[in-house]
């Protein structure tokens, strides 16, 4: 059994004492924010960080409601909203899991609805990138026995897109080479910590 770390100072996981690359450190090289305002980026960051806390204690039931800033109301609106229209049974939330291939990460949600066991990653942009196939691959390779689903039930993965306006759209990932695409960005992050 692995004992995973993270140091939330330092934005760093480590496996049985080894420092391991994240999910999202992994997958860098396919976002690019440099065309946004650091302003803009901070907000956003911070609005995201925000929304993730508010379903999180959503559904552990420890929700303080006048908590929740006007900001985020309209978010956790739609991912109620999600959670009536799914009939969904909660399994985890914010887990940390790892892999023995070198990487860890923390996923959002493990749900179970439509007779399968979803591995959700919640996200509030106008766009959801293709990359987040890639992240979810990553999470469920990465899943610990008692969190994968049980016999005869499917595993499957998406995003949950959390909007503005109290609504929200799952986008559901199925390509069997994602995990296989995340592993080659996994090599190239070793080949450049090794060599540069």
């Given amino acids: 059994m692995m004992t995973v770390e993270f140091n939330t100072e330092r934005h760093e996981y480590t496996v049985d004492g080894q420092r391991v690359p994240s999910v999202t450190q992994v997958l860098r090289p396919l976002f690019d924010f440099s065309r946004v305002p ?9 609005l995201g960080t925000a929304v993730h806390l508010a379903c999180e204690l959503d559904d552990d039931a420890d929700l303080d409601e006048a908590s929740v800033s006007e900001a985020v109301r309209p978010y956790l609106d739609g991912y ?3 959670k009536q229209h799914k009939a ?7 887990q940390i899991v790892s892999h023995r291939l070198g990487y860890a990460g923390k996923l959002d949600l493990i749900t179970e609805f439509d007779e399968a066991r979803w591995l959700i990653d919640w996200k509030t942009p106008l766009v959801i990138s293709p990359a987040v196939a890639l992240q979810t691959a990553a999470y469920v390779a990465a899943l610990p026995a008692e969190l994968a689903p049980p016999a005869g039930m499917k595993q499957k993965r998406a995003a949950l897109q959390l909007k503005n306006d109290g609504t929200y759209k799952l986008h559901e990932f199925s390509d069997p080479n994602d995990f296989a695409v995340f592993v080659s960005f996994l090599n190239v992050n070793a080949w450049k910590e090794k060599n540069l």
Avoid: G, M, Q, S
């Fill in 88 to 94: 969904t049974r909660v399994i985890a939330t914010e």
């Fill in 38 to 46: 650091p302003d803009v980026l901070a907000a956003k960051a911070e």
């Fill in 80 to 82: 109620r909203l999600f």
